[in-house]
Structure formats: structure tokens, C-alpha cells
């Protein structure tokens, strides 16, 4: 599975739209971009996953370049309780691939 | 829907003792689970997948008979820490792979299990 890259840590001011950058230039043709989160001392939360075109769903929107070499999630209108890691994963489709982790990036939402 | 239970949610423990953690998809069949394993301010570090039925498969490092894995049952997989000693103390999360047709890419996680060793 490829490896991504995320920046360590970003601020976004409550209600306004938070744009999280993802790196993947390894991404190969069936793998999907994956992202979770996690709030402190929790289980992480799926989000949202795609694979060559822009995703939305309650939660957030995921845009992928063309190339698929990089995405962003985007949460529109960020919440205090937005604050937590949010990983990017790429793996692949089916039944086989396992979600492995970096080290993420930590949303810190303020009022 | 899509449910991961763990129990306990956390657990302390004499070093030396053995520690059971279950975890439950409680709506909905699961064929595969995996256990994670995350200390304090670092990322989760996958452990071992679980298949119904099967024997685990467990990571590079992970000390298959120090972390024992069963998993009986489409919706009960358990991780039984042996002979604990504080170094294990860490978060436990396992996830739950959706089996329902068109879902087989979204994986599930439980709230986790704080383990402590004295």
C-alpha cells in the first residue's frame, strides 16, 4: 500500500471550512483514499473514502487531483468538536489491504 | 448500524497476570478484525488480522503467544494479553470489516481498551 504524508498539525477557526492536504504520489490504479479521525482516548471514525473522483457525504468532501497523486478533506463548516487526528490512508480494494496508519494530522478548531 | 463494542473499556492488572479484551460487531457480520495497539501520543499500530475461523495473522514483531487471538464467531473476536507487564500497558482498538455486499472496504473501530500493568 503507499505511503502518504500529511503536515503534523493545522489550526482552523470554528465555522469556517477546514482543508486537510494528503500526499500520495505512490498511489497505484485501485487504490482508494481513505480518511478517519480520531478524538482523544477514542476508537477512530470513518469519514470518508474514494477513488479517482470527489466524494461528499455528511460529514465532509474529498477532492483528488487528477493525477491522484494528492487529496484534500475538506469539513466545511468546523466545529470545536472537529478537533482530533485526521489520517489519510491509501489501500487497496477489496477484501485484502489492511488501514495503516501515519502519524496523521492533528486539527486543532478554535473559537 | 455498523457497531463495534470492546469490553472492558479499561482494565489494571497485576504484571504477570492475563488480561482478556472482546470485541463485538454488534449489527452486522464481520469475517475480518483487526488489533491495534497505540501508546501515548503516537498512531495506532496495527497488530493482527483476525479471520473467523482461522488462525490470526499477526505483524512483523507482534508476539503471537503473548497476544493470543481468537476469533469464534462472525461478531466476537478476543485478544487475550498474557502475562502482562507493564510495558504492554497501552490502548487496545480493534476494527470490524463491513462483509455486506458493496460495503467490503469500510472497516469499523470499537471506543477501545485502556490496559494499565502495575
Known amino acids: 500500500d503507499a505511503k502518504t504524508t500529511q503536515p503534523p498539525s493545522m489550526d482552523c477557526a470554528e465555522g469556517r471550512a477546514a482543508n486537510l492536504p494528503c500526499n500520495h504520489s505512490?498511489?497505484?490504479?485501485?487504490?482508494?483514499v481513505y480518511w478517519y479521525r480520531q478524538i482523544h482516548s477514542q476508537g477512530p471514525q470513518y469519514i470518508i473514502h474514494?477513488?479517482?473522483n470527489n466524494e461528499t457525504n455528511e460529514m465532509a468532501s474529498l477532492i483528488i487531483t487528477e493525477d491522484r497523486k494528492s487529496s484534500t478533506l475538506i469539513l466545511p463548516h468546523a466545529t470545536l468538536r472537529d478537533t482530533a487526528v485526521y489520517y489519510c490512508?491509501?489501500?487497496?480494494?477489496?477484501?485484502?489491504?489492511?488501514?495503516?496508519f501515519g502519524q496523521g494530522t492533528t486539527l486543532q478548531v478554535k473559537p | 448500524g455498523a457497531v463495534v463494542s470492546q469490553h472492558p473499556s479499561w482494565v489494571i492488572c497485576k504484571s504477570g497476570t492475563s488480561v482478556k479484551i472482546e470485541c463485538r460487531s454488534l449489527?452486522?457480520?464481520?469475517?475480518?478484525m483487526f488489533w491495534y495497539r497505540q501508546f501515548p501520543k503516537q498512531s495506532l499500530m496495527l497488530m493482527a488480522t483476525?479471520?473467523?475461523?482461522?488462525?490470526?495473522?499477526?505483524e512483523q514483531g507482534v508476539e503471537k503467544d503473548k497476544f493470543l487471538i481468537n476469533h469464534a464467531s462472525l461478531t466476537l473476536s478476543t485478544l487475550t494479553v498474557t502475562s502482562a507487564h507493564p510495558e504492554d500497558s497501552s490502548f487496545y482498538i480493534c476494527?470490524?470489516?463491513?462483509?455486506?455486499?458493496?460495503?467490503?472496504?469500510?472497516?469499523?473501530f470499537g471506543p477501545g481498551t485502556r490496559l494499565t500493568v502495575l
Open positions: 474514494g477513488l479517482k
Open positions: 476494527s470490524a470489516r463491513f462483509v455486506a455486499s458493496g460495503r467490503a472496504n469500510e472497516q469499523f
Open positions: 449489527d452486522f457480520q464481520a469475517t475480518t
Open positions: 483476525s479471520n473467523e475461523g482461522s488462525k490470526a495473522t499477526y
Open positions: 490512508i491509501v489501500k487497496g480494494s477489496g477484501n485484502t489491504g489492511k488501514l495503516i
Open positions: 505512490t498511489i497505484s490504479g485501485n487504490e482508494y
